[in-house]
């Protein structure tokens, strides 16, 4: 059987925060690594030793993590245009079911309130 619509807009909203939780451990990722290999002397300092000792070796890691940060940021700017998409459709969706079903919604309205207006007031004005 063909998923709701309700149970599609659902899966949706659930695969966007398993996203931006996935988004936001990435970001702290690079925020580790720019602490340690940036912010740190002392792990600069064991780099150029490190250097000293192998300099093809130091250098191929920093290249390779060089890269490695030049390729998340290529990735990060696809998720970026892919978000900006689903932004968009989700606010097209938001506006356009308010205008096609118009109708719909304004009768759904006026029977809830003609319900709640024939219901007895709990508390009636006057009494304490």
């Known amino acids: 059987m063909d998923k709701l619509p309700s149970a599609r807009l659902t899966e949706a909203l659930g695969l966007l925060q398993d996203a931006q939780s996935k988004i936001e ?17 002392e792990h600069r300092r064991l ?6 000792e192998n300099p093809q070796s130091a250098a191929d890691d ?4 060089q890269a490695q940060a030049v390729e998340i940021a290529a990735m990060a700017a696809d998720v970026a245009k892919c978000a900006k998409a689903v932004k968009g459709k989700a606010a097209f969706l938001g506006q356009a079911l308010g205008s096609v079903y118009r109708d719909e919604i304004q009768a759904g309205d006026d029977e809830r309130e003609a319900k709640r207006s024939k219901q007895p007031d709990l508390f009636p004005e006057g009494e304490d």
């Open 25 to 41: 451990r990435a970001a702290e990722q690079l925020q580790i690594v720019d602490s340690t290999m940036i912010g740190s002397d």
């Open 47 to 52: 780099i150029v030793a490190s250097s000293a």
């Open 62 to 65: 920093i290249r390779s993590h």
